[in-house]
Structures are given as structure tokens and as C-alpha cells.
Nanobody, 129 residues
Framework: QVDLMESGGGSVQAGGSLRLSCVASTFTDDAASCMGWFHQVPGKEREEFAGIQWDGTRYYSDSAEGRFTVSRDKVKKTLYLEMNRLTPEDSGMYYC??????????????????????WGQGTQVTVSS
């Protein structure tokens, strides 16, 4: 069992920045561990956004690439998402997830949200224009 707790969401104006944090009760970089951020807006499914797998390889969706940075602190058992140049389209709930959905190619299957067994409660981000 892994408990996850997100924080850092809030309301900002377009162009602003936020840093989300996700503290895990258990943190491992064992082979096949994946930890990432998922984004959800009302009426739509939760979508992969950014993540780190056990060997440090990072993943970014097209929406996150170039503006957001995912990182981790193993000592603090914390995953971060640095969000810059925010736009109203970035608004929504951000969830932290942990699990081991790994493909035969040795990469986390970030698009398989249903295969992540552990989720936090989410933190809300609202970006106004």
C-alpha cells in the first residue's frame, strides 16, 4: 500500500507558476517503479501529464513538454511538478499516481492510468486569463 498526498495547487493568472508536491508513504526506485502526474478536467478522463520512472527517465505529454518539469527527492519521498507559463487550459485537478505498469520495452506505460494502483486525492489548479 502506498499513500500519496498532493499539495501546491491554487489559483493563478495566466503566465504564472506553481509547484505541485506529492509526498509518498513509500518511495522506491526499484526497477519497474513509476510515479507521475495526471490531469483531469470535468467531463473528461484522467490524462497522463508527466512522470519519472525508476531509472530517472522522464515523461512529458505534449501539453507539459517545454513548460513543466517533473522531479523527485528520494530523501523526502516527494515528487514535484514545476509548472511555468500556465494557461487557462492547464486548469483542473492534478493527481499523483504510483505503480508499476511497465512495457516490454522497459518504459512506464503512462497512458495506462487504470494500471496505476495508488492515487492521491488530487490538488486543484485554476488559471485565469
Amino acid at each position: 500500500q502506498v499513500d500519496l498526498m498532493e499539495s501546491g495547487g491554487g489559483s493563478v493568472q495566466a503566465g504564472g507558476s506553481l509547484r505541485l508536491s506529492c509526498v509518498a508513504s513509500t518511495f522506491t526506485d526499484d526497477a519497474a517503479s513509476c510515479m507521475g502526474w495526471f490531469h483531469q478536467v470535468p467531463g473528461k478522463e484522467r490524462e497522463e501529464f508527466a512522470g519519472i520512472q525508476w531509472d530517472g527517465t522522464r515523461y512529458y505529454s505534449d501539453s507539459a513538454e517545454g513548460r513543466f518539469t517533473v522531479s523527485r527527492d528520494k530523501v523526502k519521498k516527494t515528487l514535484y511538478l514545476e509548472m511555468n507559463r500556465l494557461t487557462p487550459e492547464d486548469s483542473g485537478m492534478y493527481y499523483c499516481a504510483s505503480g508499476s505498469p511497465v512495457s516490454v520495452y522497459g518504459r512506464c506505460r503512462w497512458r495506462s492510468a487504470a494500471d496505476f494502483p495508488y492515487w492521491g486525492q488530487g490538488t486543484q489548479v485554476t488559471v485565469s486569463s
